[in-house]
């Protein structure tokens, strides 16, 4: 059996830059999951989401989908309660979105 302690020291582990106190751990960090229904439809090879929200989203923050296999699309917000997402992949099982605080629109896009 492999040992775990590499996936949590050095460059990508907690301390490292992709960890707790790297560069997207302060995102990750104040990433907020919400409550959301999406409806999916293909869209060539891809998908378009169709997401309401149970509370509006702010302009100055990212809403990102994720599904089990991984992120599937990011939009900033808004204003509204619904939303629509392109993506390169149709979404498996359920779909989670994260509203990412902090984010100045410079920083976003």
């Known amino acids: 059996m492999r040992s775990r302690s590499s996936a949590t020291d050095g460059a990508d582990g907690t301390e490292g830059a992709d960890g707790v106190k790297g ?15 999406c409806h999916t439809k293909a869209r060539g090879s891809g998908a378009r989401t169709v997401c309401r929200f149970d509370r509006r989203s ?19 917000g808004n204003g509204k309660r619904t939303m629509v997402f392109l993506s390169r ?21």
């Open 89 to 109: 992949r149709m979404p498996r099982g359920t779909v989670y979105a994260f509203v990412i605080k902090g984010l100045t629109g410079r920083e976003a896009g």
């Open 23 to 37: 560069e997207t751990g302060d995102r990750a960090r104040g990433a907020t999951r919400i409550r959301v229904r």
């Open 58 to 76: 702010r302009r100055s923050t990212l809403v990102q989908l994720r599904d089990r296999r991984g992120p599937l699309s990011t939009a900033r």
